[in-house]
């Protein structure tokens, strides 16, 4: 049952902090997003990957936030320095667009790293 | 921007009910997917709908799409304790990713 993970689960660490939330996505899938969710601003798009390349990160902070695919099989977000509003759940998700269509068919979620920043 | 409204926010029922909850879309959009996502938990896929019009059926839950492919709406059936959770719903404007609702966070009591 293939699924996709995130490391930690939890995570509470103090504002200046460096944080960095790790994601393996289905393999085999092409595409890996990172979403924040809060209760005031509901589950939004930080930013996502197709073939390792960023396509997208327009609703990322630049100046704190950060995110990579080293490989194929992970991708990493970072918030340095964190802030307390930062703090919410972070959840990866991973897809797959295939060739010669119109685009992604469905993605997969993670169980999401819950991140507090005091 | 595509935004997408959900409605309503908040719902408590108890079991054995039925109940509508409706996503609006701002603009058209070329698929719909709705999820539902329990605490602690990412959300989890129930449907995807590409064409207007269309009705989908999971065990109790219907999915209705509008013929304009600007709403749609999820209908429970006899509603169980299991059914609580928060229901997203996601559209895609031939785009090469999902935007997502603010939700409807369902209570059903035993």
């Known amino acids: 049952d293939a699924r996709v993970t995130q490391t930690p689960r939890d995570k509470v660490t103090e504002m200046g902090q460096e944080v960095t939330m790790r994601c393996q996505p289905i393999?085999?899938?092409?595409?890996v997003f990172w979403y924040r969710q809060t209760m005031m601003q509901g589950l939004e798009l930080l930013a996502y990957?197709?073939?390792?390349?960023?396509?997208?990160d327009s609703g990322m902070p630049k100046d704190r936030f950060s995110a990579e695919m080293p490989d194929a099989t992970l991708a990493t977000l970072k918030i340095q320095p964190s802030e307390p509003r930062d703090s919410a759940v972070y959840f990866c998700a991973s897809g797959l667009v295939r060739d010669g269509t119109s685009g992604l068919e469905t993605q997969y979620f993670g169980p999401g790293t819950r991140l507090l920043v005091l | 921007t595509q935004l997408l409204e959900q409605s309503p926010q908040f719902l408590s029922i108890q079991e054995g009910e039925n109940l509508t909850v409706y996503c609006n879309s701002s603009?058209?959009?070329?698929?719909l997917q709705w999820y539902r996502q329990e605490p602690g938990e990412g959300p989890v896929l129930l449907v995807t709908v590409v064409t207007g019009g269309e009705v989908k059926k999971l065990k109790r839950l219907t999915f209705q799409f509008g013929d304009a492919r600007k709403d749609s709406s999820l209908h429970i059936t006899a509603a169980q304790p299991g059914d609580t959770g928060l229901y997203l719903c996601a559209c895609n404007n031939y785009g090469q990713n999902f935007v997502f609702g603010p939700g409807t966070r369902l209570s059903v009591l035993p």
């Open positions: 393999l085999g899938h092409n595409t």
């Open positions: 603009s058209v959009f070329s698929s």
């Open positions: 990957f197709r073939n390792r390349a960023p396509l997208d």
